[in-house]
């Protein structure tokens, strides 16, 4: 830390500098967990650095994706507990970049808060490098900005990127599905990342106490329930890539199952999903009762238990669900490729 950096009439302005630096000093124990063969550059400076090893590949592609928590930082604000929102974080950037076959490299994080208080924003960061972990993917720099004025002491805000890569003959397109071909469900881990200014409102979460266990949660508490950080399924699929040719993936996020799978899908084909086949996970059922929400606008807003979609031939699709499980991804089909106009079709 720089004893010379302090600035007395910034700090009346509301922003503590050396806060900041304090927090640098307690993500860097949670940072080092993350690090692979291609950095380059320690926390601290002004770009990471990351060494590009494309071998193997004859042209190579860069993928690159970005995205944020949403509201559902407000659970993580109203139960105090930040060291997981972070794994979220991760999780919409490399689930996003997998689904065109590229393996996450590297990943940055952006945290905008009312007040830098170093242990807080450390544990923010602890949660972004375990999703880094888990997607097997360094964290090369961030950055942390104070907004005084602009945001309340206690209110954060956190974004992230991530660029992975891929040989180009090897990008997942829509151009070798076909009809007959199965559509393979993910399961997730709960609500995930989306939908929760939704969440929010039907269950008054300002105003519930959530910490109690609920019944209808197996005896768990709807704010534990709620804050379970988004399953990330890269390993796992970077394992089937290897072993299988995959038609299509999509990460089911905002928008449900009506957005995000036809975006996988080409023109003449549509994915007909069985409903009775999807493992509804209980909050789904939950937030649909106490919400009075349709069957229709549920499929439309959340994942309803299947955090991503994997497209394969038929012939493949019980190799495909034997490498899956041996993940730990208790993977199943919930519906198949069909001749037909519209891309998507629940039935």
Not at 114 to 133: S, T, W
């Amino acid at each position: 830390m720089n004893e010379l950096s302090r600035s007395d009439s910034y700090a009346a302005a509301g922003v503590d500098i050396t806060a900041g630096y304090r927090a640098v000093e307690l993500m860097k124990q949670h940072i080092k967990r993350t690090v692979t063969p291609g950095v380059c550059s320690d926390v601290g400076g002004f770009g990471g650095l990351f060494e590009l090893d494309a071998d193997g590949m004859k042209k190579p592609v860069l993928v690159s994706g970005t995205d944020g928590v949403g509201t559902k930082l407000r659970i993580a604000m109203l139960l105090d507990k930040h060291d997981t929102i972070g794994i979220d974080c991760v999780a919409m950037c490399v689930n996003d970049v997998i689904c065109c076959g590229a393996k996450p490299l590297f990943f940055l994080d952006y945290i905008a808060c009312g007040k830098n208080v170093p242990e807080k924003i450390a544990a923010i960061v602890a949660g972004v490098a375990e999703g880094c972990v888990q997607a097997g993917c360094a964290l090369i720099g961030g950055e942390t900005a104070e907004h005084p004025g602009m945001m309340a002491q206690d209110d954060y805000d956190l974004a992230g990127y991530c660029t992975g890569i891929v040989d180009k003959e090897k990008i997942i397109d829509q151009k070798r599905m076909k009809a007959g071909d199965v559509v393979i469900a993910l399961p997730s881990s709960g609500v995930h990342s989306n939908g929760f200014s939704l969440v929010r409102k039907v269950f008054d979460v300002e105003n519930t106490d959530l910490k109690a266990p609920r019944e209808e949660l197996g005896g768990a508490s709807l704010g534990e329930t709620l804050l379970t950080p988004t399953k990330i399924y890269v390993k796992p699929v970077l394992r089937l890539l290897g072993e299988i040719e995959v038609h299509g993936i999509s990460h089911i996020t905002g928008g449900g199952f009506y957005e995000n799978i036809p975006r996988c899908i080409p023109d003449g084909l549509c994915a007909e999903i069985n409903k009775n086949a999807v493992k509804i996970l209980p909050i789904f059922k939950l937030i649909a009762k106490e919400g009075n929400i349709s069957e229709r606008d549920m499929f439309n807003t959340f994942n309803m238990g299947v955090g991503m979609s994997v497209i394969v031939s038929d012939e493949d699709a019980e190799r495909a669900l034997e490498i899956l499980n041996a993940q730990g991804l208790e993977a199943y089909v919930i519906g198949k490729i069909i001749a037909a106009d519209e891309k998507i079709r629940l039935i």
